[in-house]
């Protein structure tokens, strides 16, 4: 069996270039998962804010807004490509009303955070680390006293429609592939809340709660646009990657079969909404 990559290289190969490539798409698709997320995290104008696996800046760009010129926002990656995305972007936006955001590209597990951040955010970023335990241990050593987290990841594949139906079309022609080792990176990693409440308790945190975020969401205008974007991002681009040419058009056929007809697809997504606070 190959080694694992390690998540550097997988946010920095051909995963990050698409995900840079359909950022537009990605940013639609999770717009009321971001309402979410903002409304969760009760940003305020001043604040300093850390986003964590900030991708191509959704989020920052949000959260900058929401803070005013009078606030700061540290924007964190790994991935190259998706911080060109993100940096591309901000210069192009009439920045005058929003806070400075610092785009850095470095892991959050080690990165040497100033211990002044009133917030740290993050959007789908927190479920991919390599040592869950000391990310966040570190994390919580970059906000003030009296700090909090908010943060969306998945929960259980099984309640996320919007993953399962391409990728049940997908396992009806490939093999399943072997499970991930418990604890792996992976996007459902903390598909238990329970246990997730309890690594932050370890890390530090403090008041630490999980609350359920169900939405529907529009993955496509049509069953076309649908099959594209479940192919091209997220778990399912995973079981296409290594097939040869006519394997793929099977399995991409077989997803097209799969969505719904009729207009827009609409399917479920399943996340949980993380709070906590650093008690100091």
Known sequence: M????SQVDYWNGDVGERWAAMQAELDRVFVPLTDALLAGAGLRPGERVLDIG?????????????????????????????????????????RTACA??????????????????????SRFGVMFFEDSRQAFANIRRGLRPGGRLAALCWRAL??????NVARNAVL???PEP???PPGAPGPFRFADGAALVELLARAGFAQAGVTPVDRAIEIGDD??????????????????????????????????????????????????????VNPG
């Open 54 to 94: 900030c991708g191509c800046g959704e989020t920052a760009l949000l959260a900058a807004g929401r803070t005013g010129p009078s606030g700061a926002v540290a924007a964190l990656d790994v991935s190259r490509p998706m911080l060109a995305r993100a940096r591309a972007r901000a210069s192009q936006d009439d």
């Open 100 to 121: 400075p955001i610092a785009w850095i590209e470095a892991d959050a597990q080690t990165h040497a955070f100033a211990p002044d951040h009133d917030v740290a955010l």
């Open 158 to 163: 099984p309640e996320n429609a919007w993953v």
């Open 223 to 276: 069953a076309e646009a649908a099959t594209r974007f479940a192919v091209t991002v997220g778990p399912v681009s995973g079981l296409l990657r290594d097939l040869d040419a006519a394997m793929r058009e099977r399995a991409v056929a077989a997803v097209r079969a799969a969505m719904p007809e009729g207009g827009p697809v609409r399917l479920a997504a399943a996340c949980w909404l993380v709070t906590a």
């Open 178 to 180: 072997e499970p991930s």
């Open 2 to 5: 190959p080694e694992p990559i």
């Open 172 to 174: 009806g022609v490939v």
